[in-house]
């Protein structure tokens, strides 16, 4: 084999849950989606320039086509392989850089020139969202434009006052929706059979049940991407053809089908399992073209059969009920709007904090939807308002509620393996013990989730399940 010989390999990625990879721009909502948004059309000049609400914009390429940067893919697969491969391993596949002199703070003298190392064993190109899915897939989504391949989903923020959701302060993110795919391209610096080989180890996380996270949310279980059912990566040699000038595609060969078996998960994470017999709704506050009904609230849904539940409001629900443990327990408060100066050590933060994370501070509690929300039935409710004086029932208040009913899921939570500078895993005694109680606690309750918990809406009962099963 020539220096410019390699190997050309190519898969498909999954997208699991939906995925916000951020360019860092704001976009209003009329300018992303002409014509779709709630802007109001009046005399008045001030709301006829109204453009709407911002929106959190993701990353694209040349052609405004969605992309997984080669980098972020690169990098959560070699955090995900850190601790399953050894460092040789790792090394030969990803590259290291070896030598060099270090100033007191452990950084690389730039003037010194004895650094070296050792390329890695492959490349990527950007992953490219692949647009030939049918639009009805995901037009349940709001303001899902099938050009684009992306939807506008709304959150709340929490208020430092009382830790609820605060209305007042709705932010927007457009996200690539789950059961979208990604084209990954790559180059394997290598023979056939070295390939062979190697790309099995190298794309094993992308075949776990709960697979690999990227982007915005990671932690919370956003942006899970997998190889999916068929797990088929395409391979094919090339060859520099002196005649062209260019390195091309060994002719008379066809592409070479490599199959990446099924990996198991890790034996220290935990899967619960989610059942909500009753009604369950999160808010779609986005309106529908041509339906204007003012007195139904709306329920975010991919289809009649898949609600859509916001990672982050059960990260919140977790929490919450963390807090409420690590104090009756005398573990420590929970202040998830701590300032970074308030702390120098994350030895300082409570277990609640070093779980679920504090500015400043990722989290080391890691979950992932390993079984996506489905439900059994999707129906209105109709509601009545009540006078807030004589506690009888408003005239004229009739309201709806689209609700799904028989919703489930399962999550998989688990502690991240992050080490310090001395090679000290950052996980503590004290926050196994408090993630113990926990799952002890929820395990057999309820936990209420989405939206008019206080109406009956999203009891959520919680089972232990394990790992084997849940995978299937």
């Not at 040699?237 to 002196?242: I, K, R, V, Y």
């Not at 005694?429 to 002890?440: A, I, P, T």
């Amino acid at each position: 084999m020539t220096a410019l010989s390699h190997v050309r390999f190519s898969f498909t990625l999954v997208v699991d849950t939906d995925l916000h990879i951020g360019d860092g721009r704001m976009c209003p909502l009329e300018t992303l989606r002409p014509g779709l948004s709630r802007r109001r059309t009046a005399d008045d000049p001030a709301q006829a320039e109204d453009t709407g609400p911002l929106v959190k914009t993701i990353v694209r390429d040349h052609d405004k086509r969605p992309i997984l940067p080669a980098t972020s893919l690169k990098g959560v697969l070699k955090e995900a392989l850190t601790g399953s491969l050894d460092k040789a391993e790792i090394d030969r596949l990803f590259g290291t850089i070896t030598g060099g002199k270090h100033d007191k703070d452990g950084k690389t003298d730039k003037r010194d020139k004895t650094d070296s190392g050792q390329m890695g064993r492959f490349t990527f190109h950007a992953a490219v969202l692949d647009r030939s899915d049918s639009p009805s897939t995901f037009s349940g989504l709001p303001y899902f434009d099938d050009t684009a391949g992306t939807w506008v989903a709304t959150h709340v923020a929490i208020s430092r006052n009382d830790g609820t959701a605060d209305p007042r302060k709705l932010f927007n993110m457009e996200m690539v929706p789950a059961g979208g795919r990604f084209l990954v391209d790559g180059i394997w610096f290598g023979d056939m059979e070295d390939a062979k080989l190697s790309l099995p180890r190298l794309l094993a996380p992308l075949r776990r049940p709960d697979g690999v996270s990227i982007g915005s949310g990671g932690r919370i279980g956003r942006g899970r991407v997998s190889l999916g059912r068929a797990a088929d990566v395409r391979l094919w040699e090339t060859a520099f053809n002196p005649k062209t000038g260019l390195v091309d595609t060994t002719p008379g060969k066809s592409p070479v089908i490599l199959t990446v078996p099924k990996t198991a998960m890790d034996g220290a994470v935990k899967i619960l399992d989610f059942t909500c017999d009753g009604p369950f709704a999160s808010v779609d506050p986005s309106p529908r073209p041509g339906d204007n009904r003012g007195n139904l609230i709306r329920s975010l849904g991919r289809d009649d059969a898949r609600p859509v539940i916001h990672p982050d409001g059960v990260s919140g629900a977790l929490r919450s009920r963390a807090a409420w443990l690590s104090a009756l327990h005398d573990l420590g408060g929970d202040d998830r709007f701590r300032k970074p100066e308030t702390w120098a050590d994350p030895e300082e933060l409570t277990p609640v904090e070093r779980l679920f994370g504090v500015t400043g501070w990722r989290g080391l509690l890691r979950q992932s939807f390993i079984k996506q929300p489905v439900a059994a039935e999707h129906t209105h409710y109709t509601s009545v308002a009540l006078d807030a004086f004589t506690g009888g029932v408003l005239d004229s208040t009739l309201f709806e509620h689209e609700v799904y009913v028989g919703v489930s899921f399962s999550l998989a939570l688990s502690l991240d393996r992050r080490v310090d500078d001395d090679n000290t895993p950052m996980v503590t005694q004290g926050d196994r013990n408090l993630l113990e109680l926990l799952l002890d606690d929820v395990t057999g309750d309820v936990l209420p989730l989405g939206h008019a918990t206080n109406r009956g809406f999203g009891w959520f009962s919680v089972t232990h399940a394990s790992p084997e099963r849940s995978a299937r």
